[in-house]
């Protein structure tokens, strides 16, 4: 499909395009509902000769900004029949309702907007679960509308109670949308992780609030499956094999960028992209090599003059991420597992994302005060402290896989970066980082081809 002699297949999508792909992908979520899920995968355009009762095979494309991103199972399909994807509570959401294959196991926001135009904000991820807050009203339309305009830009609420022996104390709540945010309890906006690449993981949940420090990551999918069933999806207690069913799932899901435009495969001309090799990686500490292959590549000398200008472009990015900045940082301090970009050793860090200099409107904002030297800090979202009660580890979330980062925007754990542009433009006002114009647009075109 993607011959690599070939003219590049695609052009950059205006956004009226990207739009009418939105709303079939978003039909899509309303059918979701229905009795028929597998309505579900025929409206993205996969056909029945392709797809034998709901296997999506692997590495099959899903088109993004930026190329097309696949999933590589090492089950040997994508199993849609799989409980992951059916309903198995009594509000009709099912896993699949947030976390969605063509937008790189999260959701975007545009998928939401409009299954709310859809369905007049019936459908079941529209839930008072995941309204502004709890007491909100949902009796009409035009209420729904107001209620889920969190949800409506890709935010999820989640909360969390403060340890009673905390090292710190919230002196204060700024909470405009009232969403029970309180003294005791914390209430933020949070983005839904991708569930793949969990054999290059050591974290489960933005502040770790699943695998919780141990490491253990098979125990915090386990942790995480039934906390949603029987909260999200307001379920029963799931059985011990329904959970191994959709954790096995999990574990088997590699997800990465397979083709960018303009280039077409990341394993043409002797890269290591793509979601296949990805499910090779082991767990080690290393830089990318994805791209060594087009380091200083000769326009002309693989593909056309235009593709390998891109190719050496991405390569030049992923030398960007490796390096120590000018600044003094490195994404790779932080993002250090090879060809992946979690962290080795399951270590959160602070990048400035909750400070209260980036919040956007509705987000709580909370004061805190060290109850042993009196210090006050101010965050939207603290974290791994929420857990751990430790000051140390106020604002501190879990070091994210940046494969397929660009099928799942808006970033960072309360999606206050639009753009992975806007990434990096946060790294240089928050942490320092220092780039000119050019090198943005190479660490960009790196981050895109992951
Ligand atoms: C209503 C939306 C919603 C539903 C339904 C949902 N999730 Fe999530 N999921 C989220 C959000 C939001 C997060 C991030 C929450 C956080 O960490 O604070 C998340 C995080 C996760 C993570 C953590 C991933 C990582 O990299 O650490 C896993 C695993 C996960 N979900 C699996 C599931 C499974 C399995 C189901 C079904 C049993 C499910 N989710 C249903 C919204 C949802
Ligand atoms: C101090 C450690 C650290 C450094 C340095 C760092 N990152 Fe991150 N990165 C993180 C953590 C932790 C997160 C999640 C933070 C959050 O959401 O609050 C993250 C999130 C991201 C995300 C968003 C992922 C998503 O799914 O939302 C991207 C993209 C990213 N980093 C790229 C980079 C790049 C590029 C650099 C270098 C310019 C870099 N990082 C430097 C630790 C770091």
Aim: proline fraction near 6%.
């Amino acid at each position: 499909m993607f011959d690599r002699r070939s003219k590049p297949l695609f052009h950059r999508p205006r956004f009226s395009e990207l739009l009418v792909a939105a709303a079939v992908v978003s039909a899509s979520v309303a059918c979701a509902a229905e009795p028929d899920a597998s309505a579900d995968v025929e409206v993205v355009g996969v056909s029945g000769t392709e797809l034998h009762d709901g296997r999506i095979p692997n590495s099959f494309p899903f088109p993004n900004e930026a190329g097309t991103a696949a999933t590589y199972s090492t089950a040997g399909f994508v199993d849609s029949n799989n409980p992951f994807h059916e309903p198995q509570g009594r509000n009709g959401r099912s896993c699949e309702t947030c976390h969605r294959i063509h937008s790189g196991w999260s959701i975007h926001p545009v998928e939401v907007e409009l299954t709310f135009w859809l369905t007049g904000g019936r459908a079941p991820i529209f839930n008072l679960l995941d309204a502004n807050g709890p007491n909100a009203d949902v009796s009409t339309v035009a209420a729904r509308y107001t209620a889920y305009g969190m949800l409506r830009k890709g935010l999820f609420r989640r909360g969390g109670t403060i340890p009673s022996n905390a090292e710190f104390e919230i002196i204060a709540v700024d909470d405009p949308l009232q969403t029970g945010a309180s003294l005791t309890r914390v209430q933020a906006f949070r983005r839904p992780l991708a569930t793949a690449n969990f054999h290059i993981a050591r974290n489960v949940g933005w502040h770790d609030q699943n695998a919780d420090g141990t490491g253990d990551v098979h125990a915090g999918l386990v942790s995480q499956a039934v906390g949603n069933i029987t909260g999200a999806q307001q379920g029963d207690a799931p059985t011990p094999e329904l959970v191994e069913e959709i954790v096995a799932y999990e574990e088997g899901l590699r997800f990465a960028q397979q083709s960018v435009f303009g280039v077409g495969l990341l394993t043409s001309c002797g890269a290591q992209g793509g979601p296949e090799k990805l499910s090779e990686q082991a767990p080690v500490k290393g830089r990318f090599d994805l791209f060594d292959a087009w380091i200083d590549l000769v326009p002309g000398s693989c593909t056309t003059l235009s593709a390998d200008e891109k190719r050496a472009q991405i390569a030049r990015g992923q030398e960007l991420f490796n390096a120590t900045n000018p600044g003094g940082g490195s994404c790779r301090g932080c993002h250090d597992a090879a060809n992946n970009g979690s962290n080795v050793d399951g270590i959160l860090f602070d990048v400035g994302a909750s400070r209260p200099e980036f919040r956007k409107p509705g987000m709580p904002l909370y004061t805190l005060r060290n109850k042993a030297t009196g210090e006050i800090r101010q965050t939207t979202d603290p974290g791994r402290a929420i857990r751990t009660g430790l000051w140390q580890d106020v604002d501190r979330f879990k070091t994210p896989s940046l494969r397929g980062v660009v099928a799942r925007a808006p970033y960072f754990h309360n999606g206050i970066a639009p753009t992975l542009e806007a990434v990096i433009l946060h790294y240089e006002e928050a942490l320092g980082f220092v780039f000119t114009k050019r090198e943005r647009k190479d660490l960009v075109a790196f981050l895109e081809a992951l």
